[in-house]
């Protein structure tokens, strides 16, 4: 069964520092969603892009976070200037079209620790 | 938040059916239930979905009550890796494509050897 791939699964990064977790969705998908989930806490949307444009965004997809699909495969998350709060696992989904009836497919995540 | 009350937990004895509600009583017409689960810190998995009629896959069975205000996940022969979060989620059809999944707590269910 096709799957949604991350990397790296365990990320750990000095404060201020910059980040860049990566997604490669699944073949003939065309929408991508990232979601975070501090430790204990709920899952929580911050994105989803679409033909190389953001589509929906959460409140907490703020300036300090960017998406991108530089090579037509890989989809990004990049944090800058991270803080320890942004530790946190960080899920990628993706989906085959939008609508309501389609499910999003989520990888295993990327556990982002920042000290 | 989510629009979904669910459990806190719940047990279930290792090969028995495991009924897991959710109650959703302001969905719209036009919005789906969705079930995932969360194994430890996995991703979300995807289980099952429907919108009015009762649905069954390889996984699981969806029971959708007529009014449509509630639901029942059924794994009918649970076996200890079904030890999990499962989430009720209900999303919009049109224009939900990029919509994110709203998730809420979930129901731990733990199946007991």
């Known amino acids: 069964e096709p799957e949604v791939t991350q990397t790296p699964s365990h990320q750990v990064t000095q404060m201020g520092q910059e980040v860049i977790l990566r997604c490669v969705p699944i073949s003939n998908h065309l929408y991508f969603y990232w979601y975070r989930q501090i430790l204990g806490q709920k899952v929580e949307f911050l994105v989803s892009?679409?033909?190389?444009?953001?589509?929906?965004k959460s409140e907490i997809f703020d300036d300090q976070f960017s998406v991108e699909r530089p090579d037509g495969s890989n989809f990004t998350l990049k944090i800058r200037s991270t803080k320890l709060e942004d530790s946190a696992m960080y899920f990628c989904?993706?989906?085959?079209?939008?609508?309501?009836?389609?499910?999003?497919?989520f990888g295993d995540g990327t556990r982002l620790s920042i000290l | 938040d989510a629009k979904t009350t669910q459990p806190t937990s719940m047990d279930c004895a290792e090969g028995r059916a495991a009924n897991l509600p959710c109650n959703h009583s302001t969905i719209s017409g036009n919005e789906y239930v969705y079930w995932y689960r969360q194994i430890h810190s996995q991703g979300p998995q995807y289980i099952i979905h429907g919108l009015k009629n009762n649905e069954t896959n390889e996984m699981a069975s969806l029971i959708i009550t007529e009014d449509r205000k509630s639901s029942t996940l059924i794994l009918p022969h649970a076996t200890l890796r079904d030890t999990a979060v499962y989430y009720c989620i209900v999303r919009a059809e049109s224009g939900g494509g990029a919509d994110g999944l709203t998730f809420g707590k979930g129901t731990h269910l733990i199946i007991q050897p």
């Open positions: 989904a993706t989906s085959p079209w939008p609508g309501g009836d389609q499910p999003q497919h």
């Open positions: 892009f679409y033909n190389n444009e953001i589509s929906e």
